[in-house]
């Protein structure tokens, strides 16, 4: 599958080559750090005086290789692709491979950073119980009521919530029971011809 | 009880009155599970004859089970589990990361809280490795239960 890149792209990316392969390097790494952490003006602006080139052509190179290293990944386009998709910029076969470089380099990263922009629910963090006999309340005397109190906790976006919830030994097994099906489904024949043909 | 038609004769304040203490009796008997020799005591000091007792306590028998059921089940706890349904999805690609190729559960547990009659579902995501993880150590809980039940 080829990246498809629009003039104004080319255009960034267009600095590339003037800048020479120490540049590249700079680039890339501003680039990362971009991803990582989000712009950095004064960053740029050192790279800028460093390198001798202009702020903005130094802020456009860095969004230029950004965009694409992050539609690469997310695509997750083999290495034939990646280099048929650059060809289109007539760069030199050296500063090509630093690109590919680059791109295979940070790939894994860039999608873990990716997959963290999805929309989620909120996932399973950790599960906390306590067995406890309930004895007598203000209505009864004399009971054993056994039960299990649980605290689950929660990742919503970045925050932990905890909920206390409780259950019965009956419940338990049946919730036991139904949990392990769910389980045993990844297994059965369907699920594995699914993930087999989907790769 | 005011409309019954055996009691129509009866003056209905006193008939309140009656119901009151005989529902208050039981009551008091239920929850400190009283066996028929402390009540049959407690109503003789009421001055009631025996043919009476003995009716009110084989009443008193007959019903007792339910009625040990329904004061357990009164007060405060916290949100009880009833049930779980789960699903379980195959991600392909979201609109930031194609190729994703993730298996991953929605689990839903189904409360009930004692007080309103609102049911508010806990559900979340999890991975089969956190399933797992949950289901051990429901397991855990299990194994400790029995144990419990042993000693």
């Known amino acids: ?199 | 009880i005011l409309d019954d038609p055996d009691l129509k004769d009866i003056d209905p304040t006193v008939l309140k009155h009656c119901h009151a203490a005989a529902a208050t009796c039981i009551l008091e008997a239920g929850k400190q599970k009283a066996d028929i020799s402390a009540i049959s005591t407690c109503l003789e000091d009421c001055k009631l004859d025996k043919e009476r007792i003995e009716q009110f306590c084989t009443e008193y028998q007959k019903n007792k089970d339910a009625l040990e059921i329904l004061l357990g089940s009164i007060g405060r706890s916290p949100l009880h589990i009833t049930d779980v349904s789960w699903r379980l999805e195959y991600q392909i690609k979201n609109n930031q990361l194609h190729k994703t190729y993730q298996p991953s559960y929605l689990v839903t547990l189904n409360v009930e809280s004692s007080d309103s009659g609102s049911h508010p579902d806990v559900s979340f995501s999890c991975t089969m490795e956190q399933l797992q993880d949950l289901v051990g150590k429901l397991k855990d809980a299990a194994k400790s239960l029995e144990r419990a039940t042993q000693m």
Not at chain 1, 168 to 185: C, F, K, R, S, V
């Open chain 1, 1 to 199: 599958m080829l990246l498809v890149l629009s003039a104004d792209h080319r255009a960034h990316l267009g600095c590339l080559p003037r800048a020479g392969s120490a540049a590249v390097g700079e680039l890339g790494r501003l680039a990362l750090e971009q991803l990582r952490r989000g712009a950095a003006p004064r960053a740029c602006e050192a790279a800028a005086r460093k390198l001798n080139i202009g702020v903005d052509t130094i802020q456009h190179g860095v969004e230029g290789l950004t965009y694409l290293l992050t539609e690469s990944s997310k695509l997750m386009i083999s290495e034939i692709d990646f280099q048929d998709s650059i060809h289109v910029l007539g760069f030199s076969d050296e500063l090509n491979k630093s690109l590919l470089q680059l791109y295979l380099d940070n790939r894994k990263e860039i999608r873990s950073i990716l997959g963290e922009l999805a929309p989620r629910l909120p996932s399973y963090h950790s599960l906390e119980w306590r067995l406890d006999v309930q004895l007598a309340s203000r209505s009864l005397r004399q009971q054993i009521k056994p039960a299990v109190t649980m605290k689950l906790h929660l990742n919503q976006n970045e925050d932990q919530t905890a909920r206390v919830l409780q259950t019965d030994p009956a419940t338990l097994l049946h919730l036991i029971q139904q949990l392990e099906q769910a389980l045993g489904e990844m297994k059965t024949n369907h699920c594995r011809r699914i993930v087999r043909n989907m790769k």
